[in-house]
């Protein structure tokens, strides 16, 4: 459950009657837009001289070839057109910046596709894992992940790896609106401001536990959905995860047996792992962006900075800074996401791949009454290494999304020096 979004626009900056009575600041008077001659200064046709600039208040398009006597307006200094062979420069420079903001988009596109598809084989047995009490293997390498992956594309099929991650974006989905909801009609703010006090942080993640409660469902549902065999599986439309939710909520739809665990048994777990995953990743972004910029701005001062290095330190930080954020946070709270994950699944008839040998199914029969007879239950017949399993599919899953990170960087710096 991890999101971002952007938060006014001032328009054109008009505030209305004062405007009106002082004129802008005192520097004109003030005028009534109810004569048609008065429009005439306001109002004037698009620019259509080559080199104009925008025209302002008293300001009228002079005729070809004369220049104009109107005060030039204080204003950010823009680089005339031209026609002839000065234009080469203002050509390359659109091109080098259009090719700037598509590579831009590109990195963040290729980031999130390795974030939610090509890492999804990754999740799917990394959870699969988790919920599988009967395991001897732990696959807490990426050797032996790569082995067990290798065997269920072979014995299921590629499908296999890549189960559930319909649901996944639903879930993303439902925490996103959720969040909007709530925000909107609630005093709870979205985002922390620079001068933020300890009530602002405690609405904020209010807000967010508030988000995770409404999420839970959902993400239950979708949880099934990755690691339920495909051997067994129905083929259950792209809102299956949606319907699960909501008859967990009411209480109907696919018949659960006695062990299940209540909602509100899980809203203590599920809300405790959401909020300490935000807190981690948010203070970790934050250090390592600030390391970053100081390390790039003392770069800039010591030696002059070409112009391909400067584009990338406008894009390659923040991703760093979300790579580095998303990984610590995700070992640090491994052992309570596998806490997290057996309570969740529990009592839901949900039947799982064998990870031991990449072949047969095992239903999942744990009987834990609550987060704290999982975690003495886990470390008593499981050890203290019973809490990571599966953790080989997260080095696998961080090594190539730090891969295709770089791969988009070189890439990047070609078309940067190539444009240049």
């Known amino acids: 459950m991890h999101p971002r979004r952007p938060d006014g626009f ?16 005192g520097a004109f008077p003030a005028r009534s837009f109810s004569s048609g001659s008065d429009l005439g200064h306001w109002v ?44 080469g420069g203002s050509v390359q420079g659109q091109s ?3 090719l700037n903001r598509f590579a831009g988009f590109g990195i963040g596109l290729a980031s999130l596709f390795t974030e939610n598809v090509l890492a999804h084989p990754c999740i799917v047995l990394r959870r699969q ?8 293997h732990y696959h807490l390498t990426p050797f032996t992940v790569i082995n067990i992956m290798y065997s269920f594309n072979k014995t299921q099929g590629p499908r296999a790896l890549w189960k559930g991650m319909g649901s ?22 979205r985002e922390i401001l620079h001068k933020w006090n300890p009530k602002q942080i405690g609405e904020h993640l209010l807000l967010k536990s508030l988000t995770y409660i409404v999420a839970m469902p959902f993400y239950s549902a979708s949880l099934i959905e990755t690691v339920q065999s495909e051997i ?23 018949p659960h047996s006695k062990r299940l665990l209540p909602l509100l048994s899980l809203i203590f777990p599920t ?66 996401e596998t806490v997290l994950h057996r309570l969740h699944i529990q009592g839901t ?14 239903p999942i029969n744990t009987q834990y009454e609550g987060m704290r007879d999982c975690i003495n239950t886990i470390r008593q017949e499981e050890g203290v290494l019973g809490f990571y399993k599966g953790f080989g599919a997260v080095i696998i899953q961080y090594t190539l999304h730090a891969a295709v990170l770089q791969i988009t960087k070189i890439i990047y710096s070609t078309l940067l020096q190539n444009s240049v």
Not at 349 to 362: A, C, S
């Open 10 to 25: 001032d328009g054109l900056g008009y505030r209305g009657g004062a405007r009106d009575e002082q004129g802008f600041g």
């Open 44 to 87: 004037t046709t698009p620019p259509d001289i080559p080199g104009s600039r925008n025209l302002h208040w008293g300001e009228k398009s002079p005729p070809y070839g004369v220049p104009s006597t109107s005060t030039p307006y204080e204003g950010p200094a823009e680089e005339p057109f031209s026609s002839g062979g000065g234009g």
């Open 96 to 98: 080098s910046e259009q």
């Open 129 to 136: 894992c988790q919920v599988n009490y009967h395991a001897r």
């Open 168 to 189: 996944t974006f639903i879930v993303q989905g439902v925490t996103l609106g959720a969040e909007g909801i709530i925000s909107e009609f609630t005093p709870l703010p």
């Open 232 to 254: 067994i599986r129905d083929n259950a439309g792209i809102l299956e995860c949606v319907k699960e939710g909501i008859g967990r909520v009411i209480g109907m739809g696919v």
């Open 271 to 336: 809300v405790l792992h959401g909020v300490l995953h935000y807190i981690i990743s948010s203070v970790i972004q934050k250090f390592v962006l600030l390391i970053l910029k100081r390390k790039t701005y003392n770069s800039h001062l010591g030696e002059s900075t070409s112009p391909v290095q400067s584009m990338l330190d406008a894009y390659f930080p923040e991703l760093i800074a979300n790579f580095a954020a998303s990984l610590c946070s995700d070992v640090i709270l491994y052992p309570l």
């Open 349 to 362: 008839r949900t039947i799982i791949d064998n990870t031991d040998l990449g072949y047969e199914v095992l």
